[in-house]
Nanobody
Framework: QVRMEESGGGPVQAGGSLRISCTAT????????MSWYRQSPGNEREFVSS???????TYADSVKGRFTISQGNAKNKMSLQMVSLKDEDTAMYYC???????????WGQGTQVTVSS
């Protein structure tokens, strides 16, 4: 079965940096997107960033220029490097994989990022 593991979350000062990671195991060999979403209490879950099978990336306007998504040589691993963190970046960050040539979608349990001034 598919297992999603997220790590790297924690407290950080405003203006600081943090790197969170996600590893998916047990995924059927095929092409899929890997994405980050985030959600804070009282708000809807929002898209943060994705990396696609061809290596291209997508970012929400709110994080462009500050966050960088990357994928390891093992395509089931990805990281989100976050710099110049702001109070509004505080949220639970969720990893998602979604199949392209195969049909599936899996979510991790999330890792908490808390930015304080």
């Amino acid at each position: 079965q598919v297992r999603m593991e997220e790590s790297g979350g924690g407290p950080v000062q405003a203006g600081g940096s943090l790197r969170i990671s996600c590893t998916a195991t047990g995924v059927t060999p095929c092409f899929y997107d890997m994405s980050w979403y985030r959600q804070s209490p009282g708000n809807e879950r929002e898209f943060v960033s994705s990396i696609h099978p061809d290596g291209t990336t997508t970012y929400a306007d709110s994080v462009k220029g500050r966050f960088t998504i990357s994928q390891g040589n093992a395509k089931n691993k990805m990281s989100l490097q976050m710099v110049s963190l702001k109070d509004e970046d505080t949220a639970m960050y969720y990893c998602k994989i979604s199949g392209r040539t195969c049909v599936f979608e899996y979510w991790g349990q999330g890792t908490q990022v808390t930015v304080s001034s």
